[in-house]
């Protein structure tokens, strides 16, 4: 496990920053279906985007320094056009 999914401040973050969001606003989701949904999520690591898309080129999406978000990109391998 990473220090950061083991990092309970992020986690505590995490379901502060869930309770304002516009999904829980809007459908009005009971307190069991908001902790469901938080601790069912999971976090892809890079190798394991990779491993989704071989072949592809990972962009990634930076926010303050920090990884936000992955794009695995394709690349079609330059050729006669059909």
Request: aromatic residues 12%.
């Given at each position: ?10 986690t ?5 920053l ?12 009971s307190?069991?279906?908001i ?5 069912g ?24 320094g920090l990884v936000k ?8 391998a ?5």
């Open positions: 496990m990473s220090p950061i999914s083991s990092c309970r401040s992020c505590n973050v995490g379901f502060i869930i309770q304002a969001s516009p999904w829980r606003i809007l459908s009005r989701p307190a069991r279906v902790r469901e949904y938080f601790y999520t999971k976090l892809l690591k890079e190798d394991e985007i990779r491993g989704i898309f071989p072949g592809c080129v990972i962009h990634h999406e930076r926010a303050f978000s992955y794009m695995a990109v394709y690349r079609k330059a050729g006669p056009k059909a």
